[in-house]
């Protein structure tokens, strides 16, 4: 065991560079883990910056004075923003509270249905079974509503944790923006001088991740607001939650696309019924997914290496295990850095033995 542990560290550790990076891995992963909930506004920040680097950068190669295209781009920046909290955020609460009302009568009208299938399909469903699911679900969202109910005066300190975050989020944007380069420069001083690995990793990280996670970005924007429009003209309730749910779903290709597909099937069977109107429905969100995965998808990110769909399940699961709903939706990035280390990482071999 102690010479396969050797044959291993000789393998993998040799390079000094990269036991350092071994180490730097180590200790930023246990960091986020133990504060990352300390740290989610400066996470955050870094993440919009990051995304937002990309812009700065297109004004900046047609000539545009670097301070003024930071200023341009985080103008825009706070005008999405407030528009946002202003225009969409209160829409999207009204509408979950809505549904959250109305959520036992959907229930119902999905038991209805529910209860067919055993007359439709006694050796496959049932009766006893869709009483057990049905029981699990309500329970499951009298919960919920119970705690949409329950947000009053004992979730002001929460309420005062967002507005604070709010107020310093906007700040560390704009100077993670105006000093990028001090920042990355101060960063660079603690690392070895010689760091060829280093330096490959970043620039295929950097190339990798800034396509993706701005492509992304750019995507849960097209898909969302199709979306909305296309609900908002067939006149589906709760069209501005459905859609958020919708542009959201593609930052976990296959998965996402699967699971929001109930919520939108059953808001549009509560309130179309078995008609033409839902099989409409139906039909235009299988369109925009279609699009979206054989048109959008190309188009923006031709220039990023796809992962495998098995790495992709198996990251999803692992980082949304580790870090929640963020580790969900960073996980391909995650999977891309991850793969970019291992491609990079010095692997010194043995000289092979011949036989005499």
């Given amino acids: 065991m102690v010479r ?40 955050a920040a870094v993440i919009i910056a990051f995304i937002l680097q990309g812009l700065v950068t297109k004004l900046t190669d047609k000539g545009m004075p670097n301070t003024v295209a930071v200023i341009l781009v985080y103008l825009l920046f706070l005008g999405v923003l407030v528009g946002f909290l ?38 496959l469903v049932s009766m006893g079974s869709i009483n057990s699911l049905y029981q699990q679900v309500t329970a499951e969202v009298a919960n919920f509503t119970q705690w949409l109910v329950s947000f009053s005066l004992s979730s002001i300190p929460d309420v005062m944790a967002i507005l604070i975050y709010l107020v310093l989020l906007p700040i560390l944007v704009f100077f993670f923006l105006k000093d990028r380069d001090v920042l990355m420069n101060a960063l660079a001083s603690t690392l070895p001088q010689q760091r060829p690995m280093m330096r ?22 097209i898909v969302g607001g199709v979306t909305f429009v296309a609900f908002r003209i067939m006149g589906l309730p709760y069209a501005a939650l459905l859609s958020l749910l919708v542009g959201l779903s593609v930052v976990i290709p296959y998965i996402g696309a699967a699971v929001v597909t109930i919520p939108v099937a059953m808001i549009g069977l509560f309130a179309f019924g078995w008609s033409s109107e839902f099989i ?5 969100y299988g369109i925009i997914q279609a699009l979206d995965g054989n ?26 295990g580790i870090w929640g709903l963020w580790g969900v939706f960073f996980a391909i990035p995650l999977a891309t850095m991850l793969k970019a280390i291992f491609a990079a990482w010095p692997v010194r071999h043995s000289p092979s033995r011949g036989r005499v």
């Avoid at 000094?16 to 989610?40: K, N, P, Q, R, Y």
């Avoid at 829409?91 to 067919?116: C, D, H, K, N």
């Fill in 200 to 221: 490959r990793i970043w620039h295929e990280v950097n190339q990798q991740c800034a396509n993706y996670v701005r492509g992304k970005a750019v995507e849960i924007v």
């Fill in 86 to 123: 202003l225009g969409m955020l209160p829409l999207l609460w009204v509408q979950l509270t809505s549904l959250a009302g109305e959520a036992p009568r959907i229930f119902r009208e999905m038991q209805s249905y529910l209860e067919l299938l055993p007359q439709e399909y006694p050796t």
């Fill in 280 to 284: 409409w429905l139906m039909v235009i």
């Fill in 4 to 43: 396969i542990i050797r044959g291993l560290a000789h393998k993998y550790f040799s390079d000094d560079e990269a036991v350092i990076l071994f180490l730097l891995l180590v200790i930023g992963t246990l960091g986020v883990i133990w504060l990352g909930h300390m740290l989610a506004p400066v996470i």
């Fill in 295 to 320: 048109v959008l998808v190309p188009v923006l990110f031709s220039e990023v290496n796809n992962l495998h769909p098995v790495v992709i399940i198996i990251a999803v699961l692992f980082f949304g």
